[in-house]
């Protein structure tokens, strides 16, 4: 995915959401094959800098949970959505979250995880879970996120 691409993205509601909880070793509420495609995994503790994509010491837990999800489920090929609040501009977003996800695949794939198992997109602000109130710091935090979508369950390596 090149940046240049990431505005021209055309963005489909996805199934329900699961949420991640980086305490323990499987992600709550998926296990064996209960997976779908499309299906969303939101990880709420994967912080980054400040208008940046670098990550905050405190996602490294959440990381390897990821990671140890991706290495348990080897049929798994995943996107990686980053998103943003809408405070910037929207072309500043959507490079933003694009860099974020970018990282977080490029986290993934440097620790083992093929790079054919591996997609990244920005989605910028166009899909924000709470009101994006300039002034509510919660809510434009809670936008700021990294989601993993489930693009394939039957992958096999070659």
């Not at 691409?5 to 699961?18: I, L, N, Q, R, W």
């Not at 980086?22 to 709550?28: D, S």
């Not at 094959?33 to 400040?50: E, H, L, W």
């Not at 300039?134 to 935090?141: F, I, P, W």
Request: hydrophobic fraction near 30%.
């Amino acid at each position: 995915l090149e940046v240049e691409d990431v505005a021209e993205s055309v963005v489909v509601e996805e199934p329900e959401t699961a949420l991640v909880k980086t305490k323990g070793k499987k992600i709550k509420g998926l296990a064996g094959n209960n997976f779908r495609k499309d299906q969303i995994i939101r990880v709420n503790s994967i912080y980054f800098d400040f208008d940046s994509s670098s990550f905050n010491q405190q996602s490294f837990e959440a990381l390897e949970e990821v990671y140890d999800f991706m290495v348990e489920n080897k049929n798994l090929v995943i996107e990686v959505g980053g998103h943003t609040n809408t405070v910037p501009p929207s072309r500043r977003c959507d490079i933003l979250s694009a860099s974020r996800a970018k990282s977080v695949a490029s986290y993934l794939a440097k620790r083992g995880i093929s790079t054919k198992r591996l997609y990244y997109k920005g989605y910028g602000k166009r899909k924000p879970i709470e009101p994006n109130d300039k002034y509510n710091k919660e809510a434009r935090k809670k936008n700021q996120r990294v989601e993993i979508k489930i693009l394939q369950t039957d992958y096999k390596s070659s």
